[in-house]
């Protein structure tokens, strides 16, 4: 295992640029795949967690490959025409890939198994299964309803209603998915609101589906057996990517960085509004528009942050970026607290408890509750470091790997981690990234 111990830098300088977004590269690859005709796109986010997406399009039959120039070509199979995979798709560590492609051949006369690596073989897919099941797909899963597991697709699948239980952008789309390939109209309720991406890529790709806010909740209907055409996409910066770069050059004395592309969707940037409010210094510039995402140019200066009570109706919104907030709040003047994050214990790992472990080791003071984290911050006084010869345990999670890399940044003897490889899931180039921008000092 790759481990690592992330030291003081000095001042983030210059302009950089994180991946593709992988949200929307997930997506990207699924509707481009389900088109007929040739789409193109641009900027898709290289890591892992995306090529087994990729690798899954194409036992379904759709043809992927990457140009020399980096852009992407997929001749799709065409909706309603998947192909039975000759063998079990291997998800790795990606619950994204997992939970929308159990979505997306539940409408289908096929059975697929999934199979995935030791952390996402504990997270539950329950939750999709659930919805899947009512409209007619069949489940053989493991204990706890995890992975290993076979689907067996309804053709033709049963549209449904559907009110999510939960804040969840995979349900939603997981059920949206299945409907693609389902006659009659599919809908999902969302008493709040989640990342809409699928929404808006699909009506990209020519799907009927329609959004409409009523009585405080939204609902999303879609017309099945829908036939997708090609279109060309340009992801933007991943915003919980940049958010590990935000918070770096917010805590890191002498920082002025300026990173660029970064998306700006509305249902992905409460980190920016809460860092904000905390006193971060953070200019969006060149705000624009890429392919039906907002896009922005972002400026981000080392500041003084205050603790504050983060509301817990922003989490839907920023639910990737806690263990990086997390460590801004072991920075900050004061008390910051979080509620309503009982989602965060089903990720890649629990993530409530592993950071406050990881920070308690680099010497932050925290408290864990069920559903939040209570984080007393140092005043901008950097943290003590872990300890020589201990190193965070990162429990497979890149997410907790990068952030407390972060951590390292702003520590008197660094922080160092168990296991850097899982960073490559969702970040491959996030090491090089940061020593480009403390060399531009």
Not at 3 to 12: E, I, K, N, Q, V
Not at 14 to 38: C, E, Q, Y
Not at 73 to 89: H, I
Request: aromatic share 4%; charged share 20%.
């Amino acid at each position: 295992m790759p481990s690592r111990r992330f030291t003081p830098p000095g001042p983030l300088k210059g302009r950089l640029r994180v991946p593709g977004d992988k949200s929307i590269s997930h997506r990207a690859l699924m509707f481009a795949g389900l088109a007929v005709g040739t789409s193109r796109i641009t900027g898709l986010l290289e890591g892992e967690d995306v090529l087994a997406t990729a690798a899954a399009m194409r036992a379904f039959g759709a043809r992927i490959e990457r140009r020399n120039d980096g852009v992407w070509e997929v001749d799709g199979a065409g909706a309603g025409s998947l192909l039975q995979p000759r063998g079990a798709l291997e998800m790795g560590n990606s619950g994204t890939s997992t939970r929308l492609l159990m979505g997306l051949v539940a409408s289908y006369d096929i059975s697929v198994v999934f199979t995935g690596d030791a952390s996402l073989s504990r997270r539950p897919m329950d939750r999709v299964i659930e919805p899947l099941r009512m409209m007619g797909a069949s489940f053989e899963a493991s204990p706890g309803g995890t992975l290993p597991l076979m689907l067996r697709g309804a053709a033709p699948a049963v549209p449904i209603s559907y009110t999510l239980p939960v804040a969840s952008a995979q349900v939603k789309s997981a059920v949206l998915l299945a409907g693609l390939n389902t006659p009659g109209i599919t809908s999902v309720i969302e008493p709040v609101a989640t990342r809409d991406h699928t929404e808006r890529m699909l009506a990209g790709f020519g799907a009927p589906i329609e959004t409409d806010d009523a009585a405080g909740v939204r609902i999303i209907s879609l017309r099945g057996e829908a036939d997708l055409s090609p279109c060309d996409v340009t992801v933007p910066g991943d915003p919980s990517s940049a958010a590990f770069f935000i918070v770096a050059a917010l805590i890191v004395p002498g920082s002025d960085l300026v990173i660029e592309n970064v998306g700006l969707n509305p249902t992905r940037a409460g980190l920016i509004a809460v860092l904000r409010e905390m006193g971060g210094r953070i200019e969006e510039i060149d705000a624009r528009e890429v392919g039906g995402e907002p896009v922005a140019d972002l400026r981000v200066s080392h500041s003084a942050l205050t603790g504050i009570e983060i509301d817990p109706a922003l989490a839907p919104s920023m639910i990737d970026e806690f263990p990086v907030l997390f460590v801004a709040a072991a920075m900050a003047e004061g008390t910051t607290r979080t509620s309503g994050l009982e989602e965060l214990r089903v990720k890649e790992s629990d993530r409530l408890a592993t950071m406050a472990q990881a920070l308690k080791l680099a010497g932050a003071k925290v408290t864990e509750r069920e559903d939040g984290l209570t984080i007393i911050g140092t005043g901008g006084e950097p943290l003590s470091g872990t300890p020589a010869g201990a190193s965070v345990e990162t429990r497979l999670d890149h997410r907790i790997a990068m952030a407390m890399a972060i951590a390292g940044l702003a520590s008197k003897d660094g922080v160092a981690i168990d296991d850097t490889a899982p960073i490559a899931t969702s970040f491959p180039t996030f090491a090089d990234l940061l020593e480009r921008a403390a060399a531009s000092t």
